[in-house]
């Protein structure tokens, strides 16, 4: 079983910047794609970034220009570079491993909560 811990998250202010971390307990960290979900009170779970084992990456519309993902496959660690955050980014965010090969493995975090207001 893999253990993910997130890090990073608190209370900020509109427009100041936080980097959440999530680090993994697998020895095979880079054959995973990896992703930011977040997740407000009463919301479904939504795709913020994900990287893949490549190195490719993608956004939701709502954070492109202002948060960036990238990974650290000998730390075993992704990151979220979280800019100009908006209180409506407010929400859990979890970490997820996936792994597509003869078989499929998905693993998630507990989240780092994110609270954005002033």
């Known amino acids: 079983q893999v253990q993910i811990v997130e890090s990073g998250g608190g209370l900020v202010q509109p427009g100041e910047s936080l980097n959440l971390s999530c680090t993994a307990s697998?020895?095979?960290?880079?054959?995973?794609?990896i992703a930011w979900y977040s997740q407000a009170p009463g919301q479904q779970r939504e795709l913020v970034a994900r990287i893949t084992r490549t190195g490719r990456t993608n956004y939701a519309d709502s954070v492109k220009g202002r948060f960036t993902i990238s990974r650290d496959n000998l730390k075993r660690t992704v990151y979220l570079q979280m800019n100009s955050p908006k209180p409506e980014d407010t929400a859990l965010y979890l970490c997820?491993?996936?792994?597509?090969?003869?078989?499929?493995?998905?693993?998630w975090g507990q989240g780092t909560q994110v609270t954005v207001s002033s």
């Open positions: 697998t020895g095979a960290f880079s054959a995973y794609d």
């Open positions: 997820n491993l996936h792994y597509s090969g003869r078989q499929e493995y998905d693993y």
